[in-house]
């Protein structure tokens, strides 16, 4: 099962100048080795495909992608492994922001 997380610098939204920015975001990924950025996301299954516009930071790891997407000052992300969530938590120590389920 999934639990989708976000990081944050401003968990309760009151205090819009602690925002993430997309620049400071694509700068951090930029130095991730197993990170692309992409405009669109595009989901599969068996009978369609649907594509998702915004800015998702893909991360490429043992043959799959998660999305990282950053989303209005924070950035989210689904949790299904405990690999996943350790890098979430590295990268939010890297953007000085904390990490909240919802």
């Given amino acids: 099962m999934n639990t989708r997380y976000r990081i944050t610098r401003n968990p309760a939204g009151e205090q ?3 925002q993430l920015t997309l620049e400071e975001c694509k700068a951090l990924f930029e130095q991730q080795p197993d990170f692309v950025y992409q405009e669109e996301y595009k989901v599969r299954n068996a009978e369609t495909v649907m594509t998702i516009k915004g800015d998702f930071f893909m991360w490429q790891v043992g043959g799959a992608e998660v999305p990282f997407r950053y989303y209005d000052g924070d950035l989210y992300v ?3 492994h405990e690999i996943i969530y350790e890098k ?5 120590q890297a953007l000085e922001a904390q990490f909240v389920e919802g």
């Fill in 16 to 18: 819009p100048e602690l």
């Fill in 78 to 80: 689904a949790v299904s």
């Fill in 88 to 92: 979430m938590t590295e990268l939010a």
